[in-house]
């Protein structure tokens, strides 16, 4: 049995196979309509989320299962004290597979340790998001046509954001890739990162704080929100919620095919007016969103056609 913790539970391989899974799942939907008849996923969230519990849930509905789970800690048996560990025991007998996200990093990898059957981690704190990944490496590969060979400007919150940690993770096995790191300097990537992870690959990097500065280099520019909830004080969120907003204005300096790319939810940092241009897909990558989320069930469900 397989669980999903992190992007590299993948080899590239099995990424590349999931992710053509993914794209005959979007060119022919109907194939797989009733691939997962008789199961249920349950989808248990201890943190707030709109898109990836809902994708989650509409990729099971979408391949004939069901779905059942809670969407906040308030409303399940956390809040009478119940540890992680135990629920997925209770939840093992009552679903096929179990999508998790919770506040606290490693919760979903503790989850997965005493369960009998895959979890998938929906997002750990500020530690990994991995099916936010795989969404992005869909959305690029479709869009882009490669993997490699890329200048990736990442701009916003880099110390908190974990879809941002987890990309880089993920990236760093293709060739060629180049990362811009465009933060605040209260927001900057962690220091692991840089260090165990950067250096130790040989993989190159810039930081910057000035966006215009670095713009027309840019093949993907991820944008991210400041992450509000994982800040110690109000004050120093206020000071740097609308450090960057990206508008039309900028968008001049970015080169023709650069594309923006953003797990929302948006907040101020890319202005609506910019929704427009052909380069924004994030909304393209929520449907991508969709449709690796049923691969990902299918694989670690092990449902072949
Ligand atoms: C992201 C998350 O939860 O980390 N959202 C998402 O799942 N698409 C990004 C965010 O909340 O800012």
Excluded: W
């Excluded at 692991?192 to 713009?215: A, G, S």
Aim: with cysteine.
């Amino acid at each position: 049995m397989r669980h999903l913790m992190s992007p590299l539970d993948f080899s590239v391989e099995e990424l590349y196979q999931l992710l053509d899974l993914a794209e005959d799942i979007k060119l022919a939907p109907a194939k797989y309509a009733h691939a997962c008849d008789g199961k249920i996923l349950a989808t248990c969230f201890y943190e707030p989320s709109t898109r990836t519990r809902l994708s989650f849930e509409s990729a099971m509905l979408r391949l004939g299962g069901n779905v059942l789970g809670f969407a906040s800690a308030d409303s399940s048996s956390a809040a009478k004290g119940e540890s992680v560990s135990d629920t997925i025991r209770m939840i093992s007998a009552y679903a096929d597979i179990c999508a998790m996200r919770h506040s606290k990093e490693g919760a979903p990898m503790v989850a997965a340790s005493k369960s009998s059957i895959p979890v998938i981690n929906a997002g750990d704190g500020g530690h990994q998001h991995p099916t936010q990944t795989l969404t992005d490496l869909l959305t690029i590969r479709s869009l882009k046509g490669r993997l490699t060979n890329l200048t990736i400007g990442l701009c916003g919150d880099l110390k908190f954001g974990r879809t941002v940690h987890s990309l880089i993770n993920a990236l760093l096995r293709y060739k060629d890739i180049r990362f811009v790191f465009i933060s605040p300097k209260e927001l900057r990537i962690p220091s692991y990162i840089q260090e165990d992870i950067l250096t130790k690959n040989n993989i190159p990097f810039q930081e910057v704080i000035r966006l215009e500065d670095v713009l027309p280099q840019l093949d993907l520019l991820y944008m991210t929100r400041v992450q509000r909830e994982r800040f110690f004080n109000e004050e120093d969120y206020v000071r740097l919620k609308d450090f960057y907003i990206l508008n039309k204005e900028k968008m001049e300096l970015a080169k023709e095919d650069m594309l923006i790319l953003h797990p929302l939810p948006r907040v101020n940092e890319i202005s609506v007016e910019v929704d427009s241009d052909p380069r924004a897909v994030y909304f393209q990558q929520v449907q991508y969103g969709l449709y690796v989320r049923m691969a990902l069930i299918l694989t670690l469900l092990e449902i072949s056609l």
